[in-house]
């Protein structure tokens, strides 16, 4: 089973649309749990950590769920600046294990 | 602004030739991480750096090299065994690693290498 595993997509949503993506990771020790943007061609971004409790900025709602082993990210109201790959990240036995991400396009 | 700055931004590798990927930070950030990601692919570890004068290798870390003289500095050198270098390189950096629970990194805007 990979450490990180994350559906690739593409998900293609129009504008104002709520779209959830999920996680799965499999080192039952990890603590530390983050999702990522990266646009294309550019470096990832820290998007939000999450944490056990969830936890929302704005739009965006992250959740953990330790007993299925996996993180979501909600992202409602979607807007164009929102197309992207979104990668989840894990630490595992090295430091942070990114998932392959999952492409998300937003049209209008 | 603090930040990481890697550089070049594109880099060409005639066969058989080493290159070295410079990337500083002024974050004091005491880790760094160089990383490897081919179009389509996840981010794949190559080598870390925990403290000055101390690295450990990632997942695939042949063909590479690093150094890390200085808190700010953590070159990475692309040498001529390794027969795949073309992909886009990206730099890290975090606060410590602590038991067990990790600091999300940092990226710089990455060097793109290419093989003539």
């Known amino acids: 089973r990979k450490e990180v595993e994350q559906d690739p997509g593409p998900f293609n949503v129009p504008e104002g649309a709520t779209v959830a993506f999920n996680c799965t990771y499999s080192n039952s020790a990890s603590q530390s749990f983050f999702w990522y943007r990266q646009d294309c061609r550019k470096e990832p971004k820290l998007l939000m950590s999450?944490?056990?409790s969830g936890n929302e900025d704005g739009r965006f709602t992250a959740q953990l769920n330790r007993a299925s082993q996996y993180i979501s990210l909600l992202i409602r109201d979607s807007k164009l600046s929102d197309s992207a790959t979104y990668l989840c990240v894990v630490n595992g036995d090295t430091p942070l294990v990114f998932g392959k991400g999952t492409r998300l396009s937003v049209i209008a | 602004d603090g930040g990481i700055t890697q550089s070049p931004k594109y880099l060409f590798r005639k066969e058989g030739q080493n290159v070295t990927l410079s990337c500083e930070q002024n974050?004091?950030?005491?880790?760094m991480y160089w990383y490897r990601q081919d179009p389509g692919q996840g981010l794949r570890l190559i080598y870390y750096?925990?403290?000055?004068?101390?690295?450990q290798k990632g997942d695939i870390a042949e063909g590479y090299s690093v150094s890390r003289e200085k808190k700010e500095s953590f070159p990475l050198t692309v040498t001529s065994a390794q027969k795949n270098p073309t992909a886009f390189y990206l730099c890290?950096?975090?606060?410590?690693?602590?038991?067990?629970?990790?600091?999300?990194?940092?990226f710089g805007d990455g060097t793109r290498l290419s093989i003539l």
């Open positions: 750096s925990q403290i000055v004068n101390d690295f």
């Open positions: 999450v944490y056990s």
């Open positions: 974050l004091n950030h005491d880790a």
């Open positions: 890290a950096s975090s606060k410590p690693l602590g038991q067990g629970r990790n600091q999300p990194q940092h």
